[in-house]
């Protein structure tokens, strides 16, 4: 019995110990980044599904605008059964700064 108490709390405490976040969860598997939790935070408040997530790319966007904007980097987020892309704007730290769409994609509740 002791035994079977044991492999219940190790199993338990595994669980626990992996992120129960499903969005989280979809970006890193399609493009594994350190701002990946600030990004899956980013998609959720715009409303979207971790299945509706095509595909994601992170871009360093250190251009010559720098100057006027601070660098940061960019992911280009594709939505399944939608022309376009979902740009979320990081900054220092992983910072969300913002979002917006390119392409004609549309949005449950739109970019911020």
Avoid: K, W
Avoid at 14 to 23: F, I, R, S, V
Avoid at 41 to 65: C, E, F, H, K, N
């Amino acid at each position: 019995m002791a035994l079977l108490a044991t492999a219940l709390a190790t199993t338990v405490a595994t669980a626990a110990a992996q992120d129960p976040n499903p969005m989280l969860q979809a970006v890193q598997a399609l493009a594994p980044h350190p701002c990946n939790s600030e990004t899956s935070d980013a998609l959720r408040a715009l409303g979207l599904l971790p299945g509706q997530i095509a595909s994601a790319r992170y871009m360093d966007d250190s251009t010559p605008a720098a100057v006027f904007f601070p660098p940061g980097i960019d992911v280009y987020v594709t939505i399944a059964g939608q022309s376009g892309t979902l740009v979320v704007q990081h900054r220092q730290g992983c910072r969300v700064a913002g979002t917006y769409t390119m392409g004609g994609l549309t949005l449950p509740h739109g970019p911020r």
